[in-house]
């Protein structure tokens, strides 16, 4: 870790640290049986409102009453997602007080670019939580019916297929390259800012296709545009007629899964009774129906599955990262 | 004759008891965010968002709608008082409405605004029923291509925006864009100006940038000149409108509703272009333009109404398509599909007892929000009274908690300090921060339409020329420019002419 990038964070570890030692002083040994004995910090790298902070702020509220103690969620958002809990590795103590998302980019950035935290190294990964709903849309009055058919036009017509997602380099981006790879197709590439653009450049005729997470649902939903794939493991439950792109004969998943770490080290105790307490929060009824409602699939793994799990997606991210061609330096 | 059964149907909703408290909640609470510099409506919307899961969706969306035109009618305040601008559409209020505040004239700025964004927010919603689908198709014309030249149009009224030369505004609006530069790359995702640091990879943030630029070095100027402060404090005295106020604030609340109104239902900016548009028709409009920028009356109740319509107008594209052109809007779109209610295309028919209600507690909200907005002005003038000693901190100090609320980032008080001290040097020398804010504003969003409008006309330039829609803005640009440009180098000839 580069510590010249970490100043102001430094500076704030220094402090948390000698509080840290005052505090065991008072109570040595105790801190471990008693807790969660303050409210919890759980970090969420996007902004307030977006779809990832209503399901965390769901999960949260689902969550305390079996921690038996607050979860404050605190927005963070920058870099991708990464900021947030790059910032908690590196200035957070690992005492349980501090947890954060871990979106994909976490697993990915590092491939592309230098970064000053490790994935594998950095985090005591506690529980894996879900996954969202990507899918591809085109227009009602479009002759596209399927998958199949938007890339065997762009097969006969090369470059013509013109496809926007929110943003380049986003999984979204990504998956539709690796799609183009696989299928030796090109389309091109228009890189929107959110859902809110690539729903009313697809719907205003300006693109052939859209690729985003369900912002597309209401109208998806009247009818206006038309869901070819939706790019999870199995189908969803809300649009069940729609085949996933395996079923369309790509094999690829794409659902950006993320769950929850706190920094390296901290005690096993510790992270049972968060994992137990986030589990029975994962499947309250009141997370379960807004999670619904977001189309983000549950997708719960405990400890030891989640860990094993980065480990696959770390080196997966790696080789999509290398086969397409996106690292930087 | 339906559409007026139907709004019936509304107001019996919007007015029922529980109703009518959840909207005065609501717009109580976006008053107060909205004065508050920086704790903008989206950080107030999503910690109160759980709390609304207990209550029926009707009350919630009434409830969560009146946060966000609320905070609209408050962002002023603090503009006019004190220069902060809490976000991008209000930095034009600063220019006129802080000067007319230094002159003693805070009360009837601030009148003209509450009565400016009342009349915009109520003709923004006549609209927002009678006009609703026509918009749409106009909304939905805009590729990138239309929305490159809009920008295009927006960056030429820098010519507009400032008092100083031409030249000083250009050399503020390209440093503006070269500060947009930074971050990640929209096209490519390469980072671009970031010198590794992953705080700089999503760009500098904007509200440290505006709240820097404007309200701290504001500050940093007053305690350069400390002394005439007493200027502001002996002349707080008259709130209402004078007759000549009045007959010069008129037509432009009128012209910045309708530019608000049509620019607002553009998905990205098309709020913060409106009332830079507003405030450059106007001074083009003017018969003595050179009021502007020492307090003229027009350059806030112009932008300030098209701030207001727009916000109205936004909920067009939310209510028929759900799309939300704005990131509060997208946030309320989130509480509707928690509450499990069909947005999209199928709300009105499906819900028509939720859409109609929304749209008419936002009439009742729009007459809570003047009466609650007139007697406070008294008291907002007042603040100007307090002493600097006592002022001065508890501005920075709001500056500092808005500016951490939006980002939680230690990293974004460095960089609202770093524009406080850059901006208030640059003062020094003459060069005005709206020019930047444009260009730091614009210049992303232009950059992002240019390359996607060549990726979908596969490089060819003609495609800005041959869609009409972008044509009119093309020209339009032109002869804004002209227009600008002719005096300035006539000037400039004479003036040789006069030393040679």
């Known amino acids: 870790m580069t510590k010249t990038l970490w100043t102001p964070s430094r500076r704030r570890f220094i402090t948390s640290s000698s509080a840290a030692a005052l505090a065991g002083l008072a109570a040595p040994g105790l801190a471990q049986s008693r807790f969660p004995n303050r409210p919890v910090t759980l970090i969420v790298p996007w902004t307030a409102g977006g779809s990832t902070d209503m399901g965390f702020r769901a999960l949260a509220e689902a969550t305390q009453k079996h921690l038996g103690e607050r979860i404050v969620v605190e927005n963070k958002p920058g870099a991708g997602g990464t900021l947030g809990p790059a910032q908690m590795a590196a200035s957070a103590r690992p005492?349980?007080?501090?947890?954060?998302?871990?979106?994909?980019?976490?697993?990915?950035?590092?491939?592309?670019?230098?970064?000053?935290?490790?994935?594998?190294?950095?985090?005591s990964y506690v529980v894996h939580v879900a996954g969202y709903c990507f899918g591809t849309t085109v227009r009602a009055d479009s002759p596209h019916k399927t998958m199949k058919d938007l890339i065997e036009f762009a097969r006969a017509n090369p470059d013509k297929v013109t496809y926007g997602t929110p943003g380049a380099g986003t999984s979204l981006h990504i998956t539709m390259m690796d799609i183009a790879a696989r299928e030796n197709i090109?389309?091109?590439?228009?890189?929107?800012?959110?859902?809110?653009?690539?729903?009313?450049?697809?719907?205003?005729?300006?693109?052939?296709?859209?690729?985003?997470?369900?912002?597309?649902?209401?109208?998806?939903?009247?009818?206006?545009?038309?869901?070819?794939?939706?790019?999870?493991?199995?189908?969803?439950?809300?649009?069940?007629?729609?085949?996933?792109?395996?079923?369309?004969?790509?094999?690829?998943?794409?659902?950006?899964?993320?769950?929850?770490?706190?920094?390296?080290g901290m005690d096993p105790g510790i992270v049972k009774v968060l994992h137990d307490a986030f589990k029975k929060g994962i499947e309250e009824p009141d997370h379960m129906r807004v999670m619904d409602q977001l189309d983000q699939e549950v997708d719960y793994m405990d400890t030891q599955s989640y860990e094993a799990f980065v480990k696959t997606m770390y080196e997966d991210m790696r080789q999509q990262v290398e086969r397409l061609g996106l690292r930087r330096s | 004759m339906e559409l007026l059964g139907q709004l019936g149907t509304g107001f019996a909703v919007a007015l029922s008891p529980d109703n009518l408290l959840y909207c005065f909640v609501g717009v109580l609470i976006g008053t107060l965010v909205?004065?508050?510099?920086?704790?903008?409506?989206?950080?107030?919307?999503?910690?109160?968002?759980?709390?609304?899961?207990?209550?029926?969706?009707?009350?919630?969306?009434?409830?969560?709608?009146?946060?966000?035109?609320?905070?609209?009618?408050?962002?002023?305040?603090?503009?006019?008082?004190?220069?902060?601008?809490?976000?991008?559409?209000?930095?034009v209020t600063c220019l006129d409405g802080h000067e007319m505040a230094k002159q003693g004239r805070a009360g009837a700025a601030l009148f003209v605004a509450a009565i400016g964004s009342f009349f915009a927010g109520t003709v923004a919603l006549v609209g927002l029923i009678l006009?609703?689908?026509?918009?749409?198709?106009?909304?939905?014309?805009?590729?990138?291509?239309?929305?490159?030249?809009?920008?295009?149009?927006?960056?030429?009224?820098?010519?507009?925006?400032?008092?100083?030369?031409?030249i000083k505004s250009l050399v503020m609006a390209g440093i503006g864009l070269v500060l947009g530069l930074v971050g990640i790359d929209s096209i490519n995702a390469l980072p671009r100006l970031t010198f590794d640091r992953l705080e700089l990879l999503d760009g500098i943030g904007l509200v440290p940038v505006v709240m820097g630029l404007f309200g701290v070095a504001e500050i940093f100027k007053n305690l350069e000149q400390g002394t005439d402060r007493t200027v502001v404090e002996s002349k707080v005295g008259r709130l209402w409108l004078t007759?000549?106020?009045?007959?010069?604030?008129?037509?432009?609340?009128?012209?910045?509703?309708?530019?608000?109104?049509?620019?607002?239902?553009?998905?990205?900016?098309?709020?913060?272009?409106?009332?830079?548009?507003?405030?450059?028709?106007?001074?083009?409009?003017?018969?003595?333009?050179?009021?502007?920028?020492?307090?003229?009356?027009?350059g806030v109740a112009g932008p300030e109404a098209a701030n207001n319509a727009a916000a109205g107008s936004a909920f067009i594209p939310l209510m028929t398509l759900g799309i939300p052109p704005n990131a509060v809007l997208a946030l309320l779109l989130g509480a509707l599909i928690i509450h499990?209610?069909?947005?999209?295309?199928?709300?009105?028919?499906?819900?028509?007892?939720?859409?109609?209600?929304?749209?008419?507690?936002?009439?009742?909200?729009?007459?809570?929000?003047?009466?609650?907005?007139?007697?406070?002005?008294?008291?907002?003038?007042?603040?100007?009274?307090?002493?600097?000693?006592?002022?001065?901190?508890?501005?920075?100090?709001?500056?500092?908690?808005?500016?951490?609320?939006?980002?939680?980032?230690?990293?974004?008080?460095?960089?609202?300090?770093?524009?406080?001290?850059?901006?208030w040097l640059v003062a020094?020398?003459?060069?005005?921060?709206?020019?930047?804010?444009?260009?730091?504003?614009?210049?992303?969003?232009?950059?992002?339409?240019?390359?996607?409008?060549?990726?979908?006309?596969?490089?060819?330039?003609?495609?800005?020329?041959?869609?009409?829609?972008?044509?009119?803005?093309?020209?339009?640009?032109?002869?804004?420019?002209?227009?600008a440009l002719v005096p300035w180098i006539n000037a400039k000839r004479k003036e040789i002419a006069v030393e040679g």
């Open chain 2, 131 to 166: 006009v609703a689908p026509l918009m749409i198709t106009v909304a939905l014309a805009f590729g990138p291509a239309e929305y490159c030249a809009l920008m295009l149009l927006g960056l030429c009224l820098i010519a507009y925006l400032s008092q100083a030369s031409v």
């Open chain 1, 186 to 264: 090109k389309w091109t590439h228009v890189p929107f800012r959110g859902a809110s653009e690539t729903n009313a450049a697809v719907l205003g005729g300006h693109v052939t296709a859209q690729a985003d997470s369900s912002g597309w649902a209401p109208l998806v939903n009247a009818g206006q545009l038309r869901l070819l794939a939706t790019w999870g493991k199995k189908r969803t439950k809300t649009w069940s007629s729609v085949p996933t792109l395996q079923e369309s004969g790509i094999d690829i998943v794409s659902n950006s899964p993320f769950g929850i770490a706190g920094p390296k």
């Open chain 2, 428 to 483: 020094r020398w003459g060069y005005e921060p709206a020019p930047l804010v444009l260009g730091f504003v614009l210049g992303p969003m232009f950059e992002n339409n240019l390359r996607k409008a060549l990726i979908l006309s596969r490089g060819s330039w003609m495609t800005f020329i041959e869609r009409p829609i972008s044509a009119f803005f093309v020209l339009a640009s032109a002869i804004i420019l002209a227009t």
């Open chain 2, 34 to 91: 909205g004065v508050l510099p920086g704790i903008g409506p989206i950080a107030a919307m999503s910690l109160l968002l759980p709390a609304t899961f207990a209550i029926p969706p009707t009350g919630a969306v009434i409830m969560l709608a009146g946060i966000y035109y609320g905070s609209m009618y408050g962002g002023s305040t603090t503009s006019i008082l004190v220069r902060i601008p809490g976000e991008a559409a209000s930095v």
């Open chain 2, 243 to 298: 007759s000549t106020d009045w007959i010069q604030s008129r037509w432009a609340i009128v012209r910045g509703t309708a530019l608000g109104f049509v620019l607002g239902i553009l998905p990205g900016g098309g709020a913060v272009i409106s009332s830079f548009v507003s405030y450059a028709m106007e001074r083009r409009l003017s018969k003595t333009p050179e009021r502007f920028g020492k307090g003229a009356i027009e």
């Open chain 2, 340 to 423: 499990n209610v069909p947005v999209g295309p199928t709300m009105i028919t499906q819900r028509p007892d939720l859409f109609w209600g929304v749209v008419a507690s936002m009439y009742v909200g729009n007459v809570m929000l003047l009466v609650l907005n007139l007697p406070l002005i008294g008291l907002w003038v007042k603040c100007l009274q307090v002493p600097y000693g006592i002022l001065f901190p508890l501005i920075l100090l709001f500056c500092c908690i808005g500016v951490y609320a939006t980002s939680g980032q230690i990293f974004d008080l460095y960089v609202m300090i770093a524009f406080g001290i850059g901006g």
């Open chain 1, 95 to 123: 005492d349980g007080y501090t947890l954060a998302q871990m979106p994909i980019t976490m697993f990915r950035l590092p491939h592309m670019t230098r970064v000053a935290f490790n994935p594998l190294t950095d985090f």
